[in-house]
């Protein structure tokens, strides 16, 4: 064997598309201790609650990530609105959900392309993100924006999506689901794919429930811990939901479960159409939340659970909000993962849990 | 198994029009509730400043001395807030990106002075509001008195 070295790894890397700093101590090309850095981007959003009251706060929070910027504020509001006893109309959470789980395909589908552009498969990250734009115009239609949508207000969303919209958005997802199958067939056939994935940072079911990871990080450990299956809001609608499970643990396994994740959204999303009740969208809310009230929540994020605390102190803005967020939760896996695997790898693997960097610093 | 499996996809790629546009000559179709930039009509503002009170960046201010209200358009985030929130209708939320630019500037607009016609409007209404309140007193001192009369007798 030889001698053991460290080489820095991050933040600014070229597949990463966030910044996080891994030491990797490495022995003959091979990875035989990792240890994480983070602490690049963080901003100070929660502090933020002394200066934003309620509802300004929902600009701030769904700011804390690109990405998840949907989620973030659809788990904001609805942990005020368990704090203040709101309730929602039907219509508002149908139409959250159905946001959301198109938040979900956009998500995934930019992961699938990093991924592949991480394994040097370019044409298939061009196609990925090709289509992913096509929800993206249909963010821009609903709500008016492509990445930050300002889409929730507490009690409900800002304004409503008609039949012929609804519609629409059916035809763009059947369009889409016939070329993602496609895609899907490269991604999960492709030998140049299976070379790099296959066996690739493998973390058994009883490592994923040790180290507490979650999402779709987990569910390729067979570990099922998925909140929509708790039936929140429009989720309880559902005639039925199974979450996507994988056993093999390997970065092919990552891939496999956030591909069907995204047929999975859009059967969410038809479904949804199909049954959405009428009826307002909005119950204001009015007044501010009683000293010493708490509340906190958890929602299925792309890339994994979310929990939202929230306190409130009787004025207008919170006493404290927490958020604990996906990554945080995975980078201890992440390292496990790591730990034994080539060189040539890594960046594989840490792509494979679909980090979030901002959303851990906020 | 298997390698080109995104074969098919590709070459039917080299057949169809590109995904992308040639901007700047050409331009992408801007839907009609694009969330672009706030315009005021200025005439029907009152100046009351809610929208500077819930505007969450604190882009808006207004001068209801001055007659001003002015957006930092760099400060705005597109929210929407003050567009709900105005009760007048004088805001609305239009399609078109601020331009960038090197350095972030406000714009500001001014209340019109009001014209000669839209003078004498207010008068007349002030006059028919005036006219107004002396009938509705002095139709309760006439209930007031009758009722002491009725009391009296």
């Known amino acids: ?362 | 198994m298997g390698s080109f499996k995104l074969g098919r996809m590709t070459l039917r790629s080299l057949f169809k029009k590109p995904e992308t546009v040639l901007y700047p000559v050409e331009k992408r179709y801007e839907p009609e509730g694009l969330k672009g930039h706030i315009a005021v009509d200025i005439k029907k503002c009152t100046m009351c400043g809610v929208c500077q009170k819930r505007c969450p960046t604190g882009a808006i201010t207004v001068d209801k001395e001055a007659g001003t209200w002015t957006i930092n358009r760099f400060d705005c985030i597109q929210c929407r807030t003050c567009v709900r929130d105005c009760a007048f209708d004088c805001l609305t939320m239009e399609p078109g990106y601020q331009k960038p630019a090197t350095e972030k500037f406000s714009a500001t607009e001014t209340k019109p002075e009001p014209t000669d016609e839209e003078l004498a409007e207010k008068a007349r209404k002030e006059a028919e509001k005036a006219a107004r309140v002396k009938a509705a007193l002095e139709a309760k001192a006439a209930r007031e008195k009758a009722a002491k009369e009725a009391e009296g007798q």
């Not at chain 1, 101590?25 to 981007?41: A, C, H, M, S, Y």
């Not at chain 1, 840490?350 to 960097?357: A, F, M, Q, T, Y």
């Open chain 1, 1 to 362: 064997m030889g001698k053991a070295q460290v080489i820095p790894f991050g933040p600014q890397h070229p597949v990463l598309p966030e910044p996080i700093h891994l030491d990797l101590v490495v022995q003959d090309e091979t990875v035989v201790d990792v240890l994480p850095q983070i602490g690049f981007i963080h901003r100070g959003l929660e502090k933020l609650v002394e200066t934003h009251d309620i509802h300004q706060y929902i600009y701030v929070a769904e700011r804390i990530c690109g990405i998840c910027a949907f989620g973030h504020s659809m788990g904001y509001a609805e942990t005020v609105e368990r704090l203040m006893n709101v309730e929602v109309p039907k219509r508002a959470e149908y139409l959250r959900v159905i946001m959301h789980e198109l938040s979900r395909i956009h998500s995934h589908l930019l992961w699938m392309g990093l991924a592949a552009d991480a394994f040097g498969y370019e044409s298939l990250f061009m196609h990925t993100w090709r289509l992913r734009e096509r929800v993206l115009d249909i963010f821009e239609a609903v709500a008016g924006g492509r990445v930050i949508l300002s889409y929730t207000l507490l009690g409900g969303v800002t304004n409503d999506v008609d039949e012929p919209m609804l519609a629409h958005i059916k035809d763009v997802l059947a369009g889409m689901k016939k070329e993602y199958n496609e895609l899907c067939n490269a991604f999960l056939k492709d030998t140049s794919v299976k070379n790099r994935t296959v066996g690739v940072g493998t973390l058994s079911q009883e490592e994923a429930i040790e180290y507490g990871i979650v999402g779709p990080f987990a569910r390729a450990s067979n570990v099922n811990n998925d909140v929509r299956c708790i039936g929140q809001g429009a989720y309880g609608e559902l005639s039925s939901f199974e979450p996507i499970l994988d056993t093999d643990g390997d970065c092919y396994a990552r891939v496999k479960v956030r591909a069907l994740e995204v047929l999975q959204a859009i059967d969410i999303i038809n479904e949804l159409i199909d049954k959405i009740p009428g009826g307002p969208i909005l119950n204001p809310v009015k007044g501010a939340p009683e000293a010493g009230s708490e509340a906190s929540g958890i929602l299925e994020q792309p890339r994994g659970e979310v929990y939202y605390y929230c306190s409130g102190n009787g004025t207008k803005n919170l006493e404290r909000m927490r958020i604990r967020t996906p990554t945080s939760q995975n980078i201890a896996g992440m390292t496990m993962a790591l730990k034994g695997c080539d060189l040539a790898d890594v960046n594989m693997i840490v792509l494979s849990i679909d980090p979030c960097i901002s959303c851990t610093e906020r």
